[in-house]
């Protein structure tokens, strides 16, 4: 027996079409009965694994803060997702990548992740781009003779130290001072300031009296610069041993319930939160 795809006249017998609004119900009822075949449910799992690789490859990659370096920008326990093509030569990722996240040169102010040889990876802010004159006095960055506003750098207690406060220093008094660079240093010093040269990057922690940067171990060269913080996709409440200023705690002993110990773990207004 087959069934008749349109209805029939009682009278005439002749077949009479759906109206439209019937014919599209129809449509749209056999949409939803379709499910996808094996190869079709693989084929789509397979195009969605090449687009993540393609992105983790060439435009974006996880990274997590282990230091406190970057308060309060970025906090211990953060995890980035950072922008690879930013910074990348020309062509370095293709047509579709260069439009979907554009090409810039590096400038004063930006965060940046660059290669460095213990450890391998740091993160830290530009201050000095080539042809810059530095200068810090008190621990306040001064950059061709004018202060610089920095709502980011934080100053937590720490002990006097006048190599890291006031800067370039004419001293050698800090026994973490790369002894290269010192020497480099004092080549590169003109009237009390630190001339940055060509392709060279001066950075500084945004965390100023807790943080190896370039005033202890160097300039980072251009190529040593990979990437840019896009934004905080999760972050695990984790101790600052730079913090002196403890965590207010209104828990009112109910360490043990559920619901504490799941909002207690994450710092959940961080998620993402876009760098800056």
Known sequence: MS??????NRTT?????????????RAMSALRLHLPTVPEALASLLRT?????FVLAFILQP???PSESMERTLLVGDFLLVNKQIFAPAGHAGSFARWLLPYRNVER???VVFHHPNPPLLIKRVLGIPGDHIRMLDGRVEVNGAALDEPYAAFEPAGTNPFRDNFPARVYSDPNINPDWWREMQALT????????AGMYFVLGDNR?????????????????????????????????TDVQPAPD?????????STRLAGFARWKRIFRVVH
């Open 250 to 258: 209104d828990r009112l002993g109910h360490e043990s319930a559920l």
């Open 63 to 65: 990274f997590l803060i």
């Open 3 to 8: 069934i008749s795809a349109q209805a029939t």
């Open 109 to 111: 102010g930006d965060i």
């Open 209 to 241: 009296n807790h943080s190896e940067d370039s005033r202890f171990w160097g300039l980072v060269p251009r190529r040593a610069i990979i990437a840019r913080p896009l934004v905080i996709y999760f972050s695990l409440r984790r101790p600052s041993t």
């Open 190 to 197: 003109q009237n009390g300031e630190l001339v940055v040269p």
């Open 13 to 25: 017998g002749e077949p009479v079409p759906y109206p439209a609004g019937a014919e599209k119900l």
């Open 49 to 53: 694994v090449v687009i993540a690789l």
